[in-house]
């Protein structure tokens, strides 16, 4: 059922809603000018907490096939903060687990490469796994050797049987949009070797709090990750988390170490980590409820800039047109009255219009073309690169408005 009425992890039927979003289309769905002509589909977004285990996660599911299957636009790493940081983390892997050219790294979900590259380039094998069969092909021109498949337990014994066993699997920015975790870990276990290693890396639901980054809710992100009930979770299958690393991208995100029970000795940052969280008071049901009303917040001092900017007769366009942007446009129900267009450096997008807003999406050059006074950045996370590539557009007075954690503008 689209709809769930038990925990995603540990089956459990109280779920407390505390976060509700209003029903938005897909956040990776860019239009055509013919789709323009068509209705859109809506889905309900909102986030509850398992009173159980603690996870937050989204009320309501939307089929996979549909969201990754049908003209998926994301590729990865466009900016060079994100290429770095994939590079180091394929890097200090290798180096953390002593891996060799005989070792197997699949990274699932692993878009056009850009991590295995970084495997590659550090002497293992690699073996990519992505649903989406425009970026596996994307990946298969760049030399990364992928999959386009989800990562079923059918698939992770063809893997096996016809690649080995591997050593490392890695998961970035994709554990949170898995449909059947239980599956996943039917799929990891067949693959891994005995000693084998699980890492998935993710946005810590701790700073989507801290920082009130809701824009990052949307359908793709099942879950809202924190390391408590992913420990739990573990447990249930003879699993256990043995590190986590903290790292600055994309608001603030966690690394985490799994494997068999018993393989490694659990590195004190574990129990480090788990103490900090519950101190934040993300399992506490008036917290989360108070994050709420800074979200209904946050909206009102948007829309309230953007229409002081507007009636004073000034201009205002987008930059990058990233999913979670698109929570925030619908959230926010900011069009094409506010923005008169966004910028892309990515053709997937270019030419094509956002979804529900229905904003025009044109090259990243048209903005020193049309020289905008003001440029919402919706990917706020790459803010301080974006807006030193753009010094030439600054220098004219343009202006950029950064929105998370609380609307202000920047010269």
């Known amino acids: ?87 180091s983390f394929a890097a200090s892997v290798v180096k953390k687990f002593n891996l060799t050219q005989n070792d197997l790294v699949i990274d699932v979900g692993s878009n056009v490469g850009i991590l295995l590259e970084g495997f590659k380039k550090n002497g293992t094998k690699t073996l990519g796994v992505d649903p989406a069969a425009n970026m596996a092909k994307i990946a298969n021109e760049r030399g990364i050797e992928t999959i386009a498949d989800f990562f079923v337990p059918s698939v992770a014994t063809g893997i096996k049987e016809k690649y080995g066993p591997a050593k490392i699997v890695v998961g970035t920015n994709v554990f949170a949009h898995i449909f059947d975790h239980h599956q996943f870990i039917e799929a990891l276990q067949a693959v891994l070797d005995e000693k084998g290693i699980f890492i998935f890396e993710s946005p810590s639901f701790v700073n989507l709090v801290k920082n009130l980054e809701y824009d990052t809710i949307y359908h793709e992100h099942l879950l809202y990750l924190s390391l408590k009930p992913v420990a739990n979770f573990f447990k249930q299958f003879d699993m256990e988390v043995f590190d986590v690393e903290s790292y600055p991208i994309h608001g603030g995100s966690f690394r985490v170490f799994i494997s068999r029970k018993n393989n490694y000795p659990i590195n004190e940052s574990v129990e480090k980590y788990l ?36 009636e004073e007769g000034k201009t205002i366009a987008i930059i990058s047109t990233p999913a979670k942007g698109m929570t925030l446009l619908n959230y926010c129900r900011i069009g094409p009255e506010h923005a008169d267009f966004a910028t892309e450096k990515s053709p997937l997008k270019i030419g094509r219009y956002t979804p529900g807003t229905r904003i025009p999406i044109v090259p990243d050059s048209e903005l020193m073309v049309r020289k905008p006074d003001y440029a919402i950045l919706l990917a706020w996370n790459f803010s301080n690169e974006i807006m030193k590539n753009l010094d030439e557009y600054r220098a004219l007075g343009g202006k950029f408005i950064i929105p998370i954690p609380k609307p202000e503008i920047k010269g």
């Open 275 to 310: 103490k900090e969280e519950e101190a934040t008071g993300i399992y506490s049901l008036p917290t989360l409820g108070e994050f709420a009303k800074k979200v209904a917040q946050n909206r009102i001092e948007l829309m309230n800039l953007i229409h002081k900017i507007k």
């Open 1 to 87: 059922m689209p709809q769930i009425n038990a925990c995603r992890f540990c089956k459990n039927p109280k779920l407390n809603r505390y976060l509700d979003l209003g029903a938005t289309p897909l956040a990776d769905r860019f239009l055509s000018a013919e789709q323009l002509n068509e209705p859109e589909k809506y889905y309900p977004l909102a986030v509850a907490l398992c009173e159980n285990c603690g996870l937050s996660q989204l009320t309501y599911t939307v089929d996979p096939k549909e969201l990754y299957q049908e003209e998926y636009p994301y590729a990865m790493s466009l900016t060079k903060t994100g290429s770095d940081h994939y590079g």
